[in-house]
């Protein structure tokens, strides 16, 4: 089974991502807990190329073109899918990523680029059996994060993640893979929702 969580920074992701793997360890699961972008090469570039700067994407200077940096995001999950989530799901392993190419669609659309494009572009992403979007208002994932954002780029900051939520509710029209939760409500809550959601598709299985 392949699991993923999605949602703007600060959403929760994290803190969820972890406490469903414990869930499904404590019923006896094997599990493989990851994220994007990775820790391999390709993330450690995305980190220094896309996000050094206060997320400003500079290459001696310059901003490196929307375009190249969807092209890192996609290289970086070929070898995420290839090398860890295939061999995993193959070894009937519980994958659970912390972002997929959902975060691609999400972010890189709300950069300017045709959503067909990176549709198109991460093609070779095999399709998990659930998406959890935690969805909540970017003034509370801002509160949440306050300290880890860059002040300066603060405002640009917000108007981004509000295009970017409000591109992965599109998104959850179209992909119905995408279930969304409330991630305003407290940590157990949100937790007892996504454990619900997963027990629906297990029972599918
Ligand atoms: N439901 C929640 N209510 C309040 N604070 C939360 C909640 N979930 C997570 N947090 C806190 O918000 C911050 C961001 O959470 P995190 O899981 O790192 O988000 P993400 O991985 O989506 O960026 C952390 O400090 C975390 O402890
Ligand atoms: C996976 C992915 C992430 N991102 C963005 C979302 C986040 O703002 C940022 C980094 O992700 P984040 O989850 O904050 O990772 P870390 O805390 O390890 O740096 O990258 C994209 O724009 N496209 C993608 O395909």
Redesign the pocket.
Known sequence: MFIVIE?I????????AKLLAKWFEEKGYDVVLTKEPTDTAFGKLIRRLVLTGGREGIIDGARISHEAEALLFAADRAEHVHKLIKPSIGAGKIVIS?RYFYSSLAYQWARGLDLDWLIDLNRFAIRPDLVIL?DLPVKESMK??NGRSIKTEFDKIVELQKKVRENYLKLAERFPEMKIVN?L???KD?HNDIVALVEHELLKK
């Open positions: 949602g920074d600060g959403a929760g992701k994290s803190t969820q912390d935690l949440r994060i991630a409500a407290s940590v949100i």
